[in-house]
């Protein structure tokens, strides 16, 4: 009631009661569509804050007029912002506008608030628009087949495909041995995306003894960066990698040079020590079998 009282006009009832029962806070899902089909990300509900009521924190609910007066987003007397997302945006509920309508606001974007995009038609019907947790546990499990079928039998990018292509002459197999050793970091993860773990490492390893085998020993831990870049996917349905942790990778280059398997300079250039290249190799073939 304070609330409304400063807002001079009152909550829809049904936000009205979600503040009662939840007061903000975070979906387990986060995920949603819009009635155009377009994706979008919830980052989480403003609570209201009986101690600050009108003090626009992050996650704090205030009047439009306290937020427009301290971030200046254009926006009406009655467009209640009650939600954010990851990148900063805003989800806004028009308090007068009978259908109580529900806009995404680009924070990147000068255009007129009337512009924005319209999400809803009322709070009920924005919540709507979230996806279920069985919804959506059952996209992330078709997205996870066929993930898994790109890294089986996908196409290798074109980059990645030059460099196999000259390995296969110390290496038949090597090209099973490359789906093998990503699969193992997939099922592990359910996405193939490269961190601090033994299986990421010795997808690390592999990018590099291909580099040398395809371009001849020695680069920098800067130019494995740039190395990487050959394993992202370059097609639709193609073998490729989603990411990797770029410090992961650092950790993975001067742990390899206390651990022997890198000669050279940490700091500068380094290169497999011919053990090391051996038993990579024995390895891979054991992997491809």
């Not at 097609?235 to 890198?262: H, I, M």
Request: charged share 25%.
């Amino acid at each position: 009631m304070a609330f409304e009282a400063l807002l001079g006009r009152p909550l829809p009832a049904d936000y009205r009661e979600f503040l009662l029962k939840h007061n903000g806070g975070y979906p387990v899902v986060t995920l949603g569509e819009a009635q155009d089909g377009e994706e979008f990300m919830l980052g989480g509900f403003l609570q209201l804050d009986p101690d600050g009521m009108d003090e626009p924190y992050t996650m704090h609910l205030c009047t439009p007029a306290r937020r427009e007066a301290d971030y200046g987003w254009g926006l009406p007397a009655d467009a209640l912002v009650f939600a954010d997302d990851p990148g900063g945006n805003l989800f806004t509920l028009s308090l007068d506008d009978p259908h109580h309508t529900v806009r995404f606001i680009d924070h990147e974007s000068d255009a007129p608030f009337e512009t924005h995009q319209v999400l809803a038609q009322g709070f009920t019907a924005f919540l709507q628009l979230i996806r279920s947790v069985d919804s959506q546990a059952a996209l992330d499990a078709a997205a996870q087949r066929e993930e898994r079928k790109m890294l089986t039998s996908g196409s290798f990018p074109v980059a990645l495909d030059a460099q196999l292509q000259r390995a296969e002459a110390h290496l038949p197999e090597v090209r099973e041995a490359v789906r093998r050793a990503c699969l193992e970091v997939f099922d592990e993860k359910t996405h193939f995306a490269l961190h601090d773990d033994p299986r990421s490492r010795h997808v690390f390893d592999v990018m590099l003894w291909l580099h040398e085998t395809a371009t001849g020993p020695g680069i920098t831990r800067a130019d494995m960066h740039e190395i990487l870049k050959a394993w992202f996917r370059d097609a639709r349905g193609g073998f490729g990698l989603n990411g990797y942790a770029p410090g992961f990778l650092d950790d993975w280059w001067a742990a390899r040079f206390d651990e022997g398997a890198l000669e050279g300079d940490v700091n500068g250039k380094g290169t497999f020590t011919p053990a090391a290249r051996t038993a990579l190799v024995a390895t891979l073939r054991a992997r491809s079998v």
